[in-house]
């Protein structure tokens, strides 16, 4: 039986020692660590579901894409430009 994984195949080596790895335990504060996102502050992020036009998405977009930003980051950048602004 073929294993993949990320399109390589994984050997039973490997399989094995991962059993061997999970069976002897993990240590979970370092499992926290380095899982996720790295940290925007001390304390987690909030998720915020927003809903948009498309007509809104695509002007952020158009936005994001001329000054070299990802969605999120165009859009904390618009967050905080108006928050500051009141």
């Given amino acids: 039986m073929e294993r993949r994984m990320h ?10 020692h991962w ?3 999970a069976e002897t335990g993990y240590d ?3 499992l926290k660590s ?3 996102r790295p940290a925007r502050g001390a304390d987690a992020s909030q998720v915020v ?11 952020v977009m158009a936005r994001a894409e001329r000054e ?3 969605r999120s980051e165009a859009i ?3 967050l905080a430009a108006w928050s500051q602004a009141a």
Wanted: charged share 40%.
């Fill in 34 to 36: 380095r899982m996720g």
């Fill in 7 to 16: 399109g390589r195949e994984v050997s039973e080596a490997e399989i094995d």
């Fill in 68 to 70: 070299h930003l990802n």
């Fill in 28 to 30: 979970v504060e370092e």
């Fill in 76 to 78: 904390r950048a618009a």
């Fill in 49 to 59: 579901p927003v809903r948009l036009t498309v007509e809104e998405l695509a002007a």
């Fill in 19 to 21: 059993v061997e790895e």
